[in-house]
């Protein structure tokens, strides 16, 4: 049985940082392209970043770059995003998604809420 779960949300003030993790069961996540999207209340699920299978290329939001950062420890079967310099406007439920030929997996999300 495929799961995918997500930690590391929680509450923060803004400019502050936090790291993500989505550690995988059932798959092998190095061959999957891992992707992180996020959903605030009213809003539909948006793509924040994204990383390759092969080569580990990653591909952000415009909203996002430059303050996150995705990666991947196939070691561990985990993959992670780190958030810094948090905006309210980050505030959302973050999702991992697992994607290999038409095949999809999703987490089931963690809350993340900046505010002062």
């Known amino acids: 049985q495929v799961q995918l779960v997500e930690s590391g949300g929680g509450l923060v003030q803004p400019g502050g940082s936090l790291r993500l993790s989505c550690a995988a069961s059932g798959l092998t996540l190095s061959l999957y392209v891992m992707s992180w999207y996020r959903q605030a209340p009213g809003n539909e699920r948006e793509l924040v970043a994204s990383i390759t299978s092969v080569g580990g290329i990653t591909n952000y939001a415009d909203s996002v770059k430059g303050r996150f950062t995705v990666s991947r420890d196939n070691a561990k079967n985990t993959v992670y995003l780190q958030m810094n310099s948090l905006k309210p406007e980050d505030t959302a439920v973050y999702y991992c998604?697992?994607?290999?030929?038409?095949?999809?997996?999703w987490g089931q999300g963690t809350q993340v809420t900046v505010s002062s």
């Open positions: 998604k697992a994607y290999r030929s038409f095949v999809t997996y």
